[in-house]
């Protein structure tokens, strides 16, 4: 059974950072991060691949980094100049696909951005 564990969520002022981990039970081809907000559709954070490829969305463009220990199975995510509208809860993702969202999921862990 796969497992996805998060960690790093909390709580931070505006313009602030936050590191989010994610630890995987086994090797996956893609991980990455994706958010959702209340009354919002879940929305494209960052992937990368297992060749260091990565992928970020619009809204968090050029104020997210993306990395892997391959070692460990972990896929981190540093957000920096943080918004209130970035709060929401981060779910970790995986798979062996270089098209389609991964099949797996962590439990989210909530990050709350205040002004």
């Known amino acids: 059974q796969v497992h996805l564990v998060e960690s790093g969520g909390g709580a931070v002022q505006a313009g602030g950072s936050l590191i989010l981990s994610c630890v995987a039970s086994?090797?996956?081809?893609?991980m990455g991060w994706y958010r959702q907000a209340p009354g919002k559709q879940r929305e494209l954070v960052a992937t990368?691949?297992?060749?260091?490829?990565?992928n970020s969305g619009d809204t968090v463009k050029g104020r997210v980094t993306i990395s892997r220990d391959y070692d460990k199975n972990t896929v981190y995510l540093q957000m920096n100049s943080l918004k209130p509208e970035d709060t929401a809860v981060y779910y970790c993702?995986?798979?062996?696909?270089?098209?389609?969202?991964?099949?797996?999921w962590g439990q989210g862990t909530q990050v709350t951005v205040f002004s």
């Open positions: 993702n995986a798979g062996d696909s270089m098209v389609y969202v991964g099949p797996y």
């Open positions: 990368i691949t297992s060749g260091g490829i990565t």
């Open positions: 086994e090797r996956f081809i893609v």
